[in-house]
Structures are given as structure tokens and as C-alpha cells.
């Protein structure tokens, strides 16, 4: 009987409120699938560093006639060529390298570069191979331990350059960076208006039930038995927008992860399902503690009869 009483009374809220109630789902949901979008995005941001971290190479490239560093005279002489390899073959840092000749490094500069426009054909075509550098590309045991190889080539003569490929990446971790701190900036402010919400919505049901609440309270009824029919009707709320923004997190690893960026990109190791999964938790914790925290606060508040 008295559960049959909080499920009446939490229907009747609903549709006593039906205006409130949808604002509250809809507010609920932005800011739960931003908070989803912000986890993965986080999960999106580790996965790229493990996966390129296992690939990060120090680049040494010599100097060749057009050289202006500072270590460098004119080409690389065998000497200095010789006196590079010792220094990488020397550091414990280095698990294995390779040398990349002028020959190589032009062939590979004209794949990149010769397929272009007719006009950017014929500036390109002054380029020979003698204009190339000739280049160590050193793989690291560690790929965060590279400070002392890079410091040690960095300050020898007929180096020109010693190019991590951090630089490179560094571009591409900050705006994975800016995406999530974004999505989730934005969310922290949605989740402010949604427990503004969620006080609202108590506060006109408990007006419009005051002559209830007040016989409720004459007859003895107990705080927690009172408040039921309020807590439920903001989980009914939240549990609806917990479940779009689910499918919202669903739909996006559908369509775009794995419809879209998987099969036309293997640049890095993409979030997956379970990625997903995790993210959906995180959505249903923040999403009961929403609405249950700021109720239970607010019950308090506008219950006294």
C-alpha cells in the first residue's frame, strides 16, 4: 500500500510537471554526453601516447652545404659521421638505429612532395639529392628517457639538427587536450544548471503538494516517506537522461570511431568499446548522484510544512 502510494504520487509529480521534467531530462542529458565526450576524449589522449610513444624516434640530422647551425662547416665530414655513431652507439639510451643516406632522404622528400601541382613541380625540381642531409634515426629503450642522447648529439660538430618527434606530435596532443578540458568545462557548467534544475522541480512539486505534505504531517508520516515521491521523480529524470546520453556515446563510437576514423586511419590507436563502456559508467555515477544529492539537500529545505 505504501509503495503503491510513492509510485501514485511520483506519476502525478511527472505530469504535474511535465514542462520542468523535460528541461530537467534535456539538461541532464547535454551535460552527461559532454562529460561521456570528455572521458573518452581523455581515454583518446592516453591511448595516442602509449601508442606513439612506442614508435618515438630522435631524428639526428647532418649537415650538408646549406647548413647555418652552428656545429656545422660545409657537408659532414666521415670523421665527424664517424665520431655521431660512436656517441649513439655508445648510449645505453639507444636500442637500435638506422642511417638514412642523401639518396634516401630524397626519394622519400619526392614521394611527399613531387605529386603536387605543375607549378610546385617546377620550383621542387631544383632540388637535388646533394641538397639533402644525411640522418640518424635513433630508437630509445624508453621513449620518455631521451633528454641525455638528445643533449650529448645535440653539441656535436656536424649535427645540424636533432628533431624529436615530440615536436611533431605536440600540435596533436594539444588540441586533444583543449577538446576534452572543453567538453568537460562546459559540462561542469551544465551540471550546475541541472542541480539548479533539480532544485527547482522540488521546489514548485512541494508547492503544489503542500496540502498533502501538511495532512502527511499531521498524521505522522516520516521525513523519508514523504520525500520518496520527490526522489523518484528526479531518478525517473536522471535515469531517462542517463540513457540518451548513453546512446548518444553508442552512436558516436558507431558512426564515427568506428564507422568514420578506424577504417580510414591507422595514425594511432583509437578508443574501443570498452573505452566506451567505462565512459557510460562514469555517466551513470554522476547522473544518480545529480539528482539524488541535490534532492535529498533540497527535500529538506522545502518539505517543512
Known sequence: MQLRYVFSE????LRRNVSMSIALIVTIFVSLTL?????????????????????????????????KASNCTGDVTPAQKAAIRGIIDKNAEVASYYHQSKDQAFNTWKRVYIDKDKSEQEIYSTVTAADMQESY??????????????????????VAAVRDLRQVLKPIYFWITVMKWGAISIAAFLLVAAILQVGNTIRLAAFARRKEIGIMRLVGASNLYI???????????????????????????QFV???????????VEWVDWQDAFVAIG??????????????????????KV
Open 10 to 13: 511520483t506519476g502525478t509529480g
Open 35 to 67: 562529460v561521456g565526450m570528455g572521458l573518452l576524449l581523455n581515454a583518446q589522449a592516453d591511448k595516442a601516447e602509449k601508442f606513439w610513444g612506442s614508435k618515438l624516434q630522435i631524428t639526428v640530422f647532418m649537415c650538408n652545404q646549406n647548413s
Open 137 to 158: 634515426w635513433v630508437k630509445l629503450k624508453d621513449p620518455n628517457k631521451y633528454r641525455g642522447v638528445e643533449t650529448a648529439l645535440s653539441n656535436t660538430q656536424g
Open 227 to 253: 520525500s520518496l515521491p520527490f526522489l523518484m521523480e528526479t531518478l525517473v529524470a536522471a535515469l531517462v537522461g542517463i540513457v540518451l546520453s548513453s546512446l548518444a556515446v553508442l552512436s558516436f563510437m
Open 257 to 267: 570511431i568506428y564507422g568514420k576514423l578506424r577504417p580510414s586511419s591507422n595514425i
Open 282 to 303: 562514469g555517466i551513470a555515477v554522476i547522473g544518480v548522484l545529480l539528482t539524488l544529492v541535490p534532492t535529498l539537500v533540497m527535500t529538506r529545505k522545502y518539505l
